[in-house]
């Protein structure tokens, strides 16, 4: 074995090990910047040249959209090939496709031709037209970068088994074995040990937060009714009724290659994938450098510091095990430094911006914010980035800077409603209520000529108590947006203020009915048509619709309140009191609220 020069396009980089006869390259075929929106990473590329933004989904075995992307974007749509009708989501329910051809697909520079997307029933994130997945990933290895805001894929010659962990000579890396990725089994999938036992888990940055099913967590020892497990809300897939409860608890120990953290805390669901009992998501991502070598079947990965798993929450340990050593004496890796690699320098006010991004997915306001002020520093005229530090000093608490950058941001871009709105939110906070008011007026005035934006303002104005004004918008943003991803979300909040205005109450069964065709089994939209229900006399199906919304998520407050009432209407004194005690216990507040409407018991 002799050291060799691993090249990335023409630079020289690290020294690695390789066989007598080869010399290992690694040349750099493409660079996609990656921009955090909380724990979803997201890409911009162009659709028969139109800008188009994706989220980067590694767990996904094809490129996708939503049926109202597609066509937005006057795409035909057509059948799926034969033996393609439909796909599963994490709950192991189905969900029927068809496929859209883009005829000129560009990433990154690169523009792909006749390229297909799965086209999907259901909506996105706003802004979001689908997902990009390892049809387009697969073909190269992969470095995954998200801490530094970009995504890498290189082209290995010659290179055997020499390690490819290039980026820092001075911190361990860790390595695993992966299965094939290949167009008929494209996930990354490995094997992990946790609490001794081994399972295989799936590499997903498209999952926010890293899960375990359940079966996994049950063979680690951690059950739903073990001691410390706590409800953690719900998760969703694609299909009908694929949304199920999920839970936090506490593991002694999960070793993934090289590596191993203790003692931590990690959700778990009824997710069913297929035999894969874990998917390590965006959250692991964050917190590591990572390189897919496709040419060697391996995972390469590096720690960078801060929360694995529980993002936003307590830090869990530093990582016990970070990996093998770079020097050749094997001298094991220093507790202190945990393998801790060092970020990438950025250069220019977009690097900067993407550093922050990745910083605030992980709850570092304080850092974001200095990135955020370094990318101003290259372009001080720049309001998103104004605007960004406003949000990264309000995640610090400090509203008074905040609000100073909001009127900054609000003065260089005086159409942008989103600095209005967030002012607004600050004033409200801060009983400058007429102010905030003010705020949301002025962003309503706006949005009549960018109608796309009434959903916003409808969700300002609820949440500043102007409940009609929010309807106003609601009704006048439905009828210009048939066929939005969104449309389910505003159907439901115009049942709920119908609801609890006590004003339209068929229109607001009909719009629950409606979003729960889009959206089946989503507890939120169950809790509005239970109240719905309630307000109208429908006391069976109201206390069904509870049940099921409290079965996926227990402990709502609102939900244990209104299935209290529905009791209470039905006779059943006992058992309505204690959940109206139980969701007073959870929100102490919930009781005057629902007086204010009229829900009293």
């Known amino acids: 074995m002799r050291p060799v020069l691993l090249s990335i396009v023409a630079a020289a980089a690290a020294a690695l090990a390789a066989t007598a006869d080869a010399a290992c390259t690694l040349a750099k075929v493409a660079e996609v910047p990656v921009t955090m929106e909380g ?18 989904d590694t767990g996904a075995f094809f490129s996708s959209m939503t049926r109202a992307s597609a066509t937005a974007y006057g795409l035909k749509i057509g059948p799926p090939p034969f033996g393609m009708s439909e796909i599963r989501g994490v709950g192991g329910k189905s969900a029927q496709i068809d496929v859209a051809t883009v005829k000129s697909f560009e990433l990154a520079g690169r523009t792909l031709a006749n390229v297909d997307f799965i086209v999907l029933p259901g909506g996105a994130e706003a802004g979001e037209v689908g997902l990009i997945g390892q049809n387009l990933l697969e073909t190269t290895d992969v470095e995954y970068d998200f801490a530094d805001g970009v995504v890498r894929r290189f082209a290995a010659k010659d290179c055997g088994y020499a390690p490819l962990a290039y980026w820092d000579s001075n911190a361990p890396y860790s390595e695993m ?3 094939p990725v290949t167009p008929l089994t494209p996930q990354i999938v490995g094997e992990v040990t946790l609490n001794g036992v081994r399972i295989k888990a799936g590499f997903d940055s498209g999952s926010p937060m890293s899960i375990l099913s359940t079966r996994a967590a049950a063979l680690a020892g951690v059950t739903p009714s073990t001691p410390g497990v706590t409800p953690a809300g719900d998760v969703s897939g694609l299909g009908r009724n694929s949304y199920l409860a999920a839970w936090r608890g506490t593991f002694a120990s999960l070793k993934v290659g090289d590596e191993e953290l203790k003692n931590f805390r990690l959700m778990f669901g009824d997710i069913n994938l297929g035999g894969v009992d874990m998917l390590i998501g965006a959250d692991f991502f964050l917190s590591h450098r990572m390189l897919v070598a496709n040419s060697q079947h391996r995972l390469y990965f590096t720690y960078n510091g801060g929360p694995v798993f529980n993002v936003g929450g307590p830090h869990p340990p530093a990582v016990v095990s970070a990996g093998q050593p770079r020097g050749a004496d094997g001298a094991p890796a220093s507790p202190s430094s945990a393998g801790v690699v060092a970020k990438q320098t950025p250069r220019t006010a977009d690097e900067f911006a993407r550093q922050a991004a990745a910083l605030m997915a992980t709850r570092d306001f304080a850092g974001a914010a ?7 520093a290259l372009s001080p005229n720049e309001p998103h980035y104004v605007y960004e530090r406003a949000l990264s000093e ?3 608490h400090n ?4 609000l100073a950058d909001l009127d900054q941001a609000v003065k260089l871009d005086p159409s942008n409603l989103d600095p209005l709105l967030a002012r607004a939110e600050v004033r409200f906070a801060d009983h400058a209520v007429e102010q905030a008011k003010a705020d949301v007026d002025a962003a309503a005035a706006l949005a009549e000529k960018q109608p796309d934006q009434r959903l916003a303002v409808a969700e300002a104005y609820e949440s500043i108590k102007r409940d009609k004004d929010a309807l106003a918008e609601l009704d006048a943003w439905l009828a210009g947006h048939p066929l939005d991803d969104r449309r389910a979300t505003a159907l439901n909040e115009r049942c709920w203020l119908n609801t609890l205005l006590d004003a339209d109450l068929k229109q607001a069964l009909a719009d629950c009915n409606e979003a729960l065709s889009i959206r089946p089994g989503d507890p939120a939209y169950l809790d509005s ?3 719905a229900e309630l307000r109208s006399g429908d006391l069976d199906h109201a206390l069904t619709d509870y049940n099921a919304a409290l079965r996926v998520r227990p402990g709502t407050a609102w939900s244990l309140y209104g299935r209290g009432l529905a009791k209470l209407r039905k006779g059943m004194s006992a058992a309505g009191q204690a959940d109206i ?6 929100d102490p ?3 005057g609220e629902a007086r204010s409407y009229g829900l009293t018991p």
């Open 39 to 56: 724990l979803r990473p997201t890409v911009t590329g162009k659709i028969n040249g139109r800008e188009a933004k994706f989220v980067l």
């Open 177 to 179: 074995s992966i299965a």
């Open 370 to 376: 200095v990135d955020w002020t370094d990318a101003l």
């Open 394 to 396: 309000l995640g610090e």
């Open 399 to 402: 509203a008074k800077a905040a």
């Open 529 to 531: 048509r239970a109240l």
């Open 581 to 586: 005690a139980a969701a007073e216990a959870t």
């Open 589 to 591: 507040t919930l009781a």
